[in-house]
């Protein structure tokens, strides 16, 4: 998660001078969490090409940057994939259908990146059903260079207000074929509030929250020791962790000054939305879940290409008790019967925003 500047100014209320100074000069220029962020500058470093792939797939997007890949490099020419169920989200994900979108994505980029390399890669998916390997992958000669490889290193998901621009019509007729592109004012707006009802119950739902909260890095130290989660790093939320306004108990407390502003925040960014990208499937198996990712990762660089900013905002598709009215909506507006909405994201024009932590390539390899 990447908090504006400006944003954070608005929240320091009281602390605004103890925090404004913190975060300037040499405080601020050692704030980058350096090692969380090493992934992103090696990737491609690898000579050998199941590595190679790889350390470009570990910058896949995924629900709560959970990373919740493993890698077994034990057969020749072979990545066997699997789902780190250690990586869980069982109270907003409790039927791990998001965490494996996240897999199709980091599949596809994999995929990809390999074919930077002339490799082609031949699936089997499950090929032991739901408890074994989401996918054996066999590398082999004979692919042509995919060119949204270009895009891989800007990708983003982007976590910032949007301006009021509205996508063009030939960018809208690009993405068409990823996913159904929603531009009409009325429907944006019916979205939006769907989405902010959304993202209430789940801040609102002590449990759900908890969860989010837990995963949350406070800070260089711990974003560094836990690259992984929501990171909330850089000299600004530094500085207002260090005036007392941002923590960990403000965050699971609703009555607290920092997550009362949190909440405006979150208001704020969902209502900066000219357009929304949703990607559904007919059925809602494991292989619809993937292919899904595989779609989204494709839409999301698509949109780096074009220069639009692009922003999942999955709260309303979540599967427990509380979101069910939110959900039967999302999907009444957004899926035809009986399809299932996958994926749903905020789209436009925001700012250049920084990257995310991810755990290093070495670390996600079981045997190699
Ligand atoms: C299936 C899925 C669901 C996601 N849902 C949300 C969401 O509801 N809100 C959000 O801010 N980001 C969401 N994300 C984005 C992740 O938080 C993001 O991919 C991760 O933090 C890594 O950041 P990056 O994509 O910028 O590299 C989702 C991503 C995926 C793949």
């Known amino acids: 998660m990447t908090i504006s500047r400006r944003k954070v100014l608005t929240i320091i209320g009281g602390g605004t001078i103890a925090a404004a100074g913190a975060a300037s000069g040499l405080f601020a220029a050692t704030r980058t969490p350096s090692k969380a962020l090493a992934p992103w500058a090696s990737a491609g470093l690898e000579d050998e090409p199941r590595r190679r792939a790889l350390s470009y797939a570990i910058l896949a997007p995924n629900p709560h940057n959970r990373q919740p890949w493993l890698v077994d490099l034990g057969a020749a020419d072979t990545v066997t994939l699997y789902r780190d169920k250690a990586r869980d989200l069982p109270e907003t994900d409790p039927y791990a259908r998001q965490l494996t979108i996240g897999l199709g994505c980091f599949i596809e980029l994999m995929t990809i990146a390999a074919s930077q390399t002339g490799h082609e890669i031949d699936y089997d998916f499950f090929p032991e059903g739901e408890d074994g390997p989401v996918a054996v992958a066999r590398f082999r000669e004979g692919a042509k260079a995919d060119p949204l490889f270009a895009h891989i290193l800007d990708r983003r998901s982007s976590k910032e207000p949007f301006t009021a621009q509205e996508v063009p019509a030939n960018m809208v007729a690009e993405l068409e074929p990823l996913a159904d592109i ?66 960990r108990e403000a965050q699971n407390d609703p009555n607290s000054t920092g997550f009362k502003e949190g909440v405006r925040i979150y208001k704020e ?100």
């Open 269 to 368: 960014m969902l209502n900066a939305t000219p357009a929304y990208a949703v990607i559904t499937t007919e059925g809602n198996t494991r292989l619809n879940q993937i292919e899904a990712g595989r779609r989204w990762l494709r839409l999301n660089l698509t949109t780096t290409a074009l220069g639009l900013s692009l922003h999942p905002v999955s709260q309303a598709l979540q599967e427990f008790e509380e979101m069910a009215p939110h959900y039967e909506k999302a999907h009444a507006m957004l899926a035809e019967p009986g399809h299932t909405v996958q994926m749903l994201g905020r789209l436009g024009f925001g700012p250049k925003v920084g990257r995310s932590p991810r755990w290093p390539l070495e670390t996600r390899i079981v045997n190699g």
């Open 182 to 247: 929603r531009t009409r004012p009325d429907d944006v707006a019916k979205i939006r509030d769907l989405t902010w009802l959304a993202w209430q119950t789940e801040s609102f739902t002590p449990r759900t929250m908890k969860e989010s909260v837990d995963l949350m890095r406070f800070g260089k130290a711990e974003i560094n020791a836990n690259p992984d989660g929501i990171d909330l790093g850089g000299p600004f939320l530094e500085a207002l962790m260090l005036a007392g306004v941002l923590s």
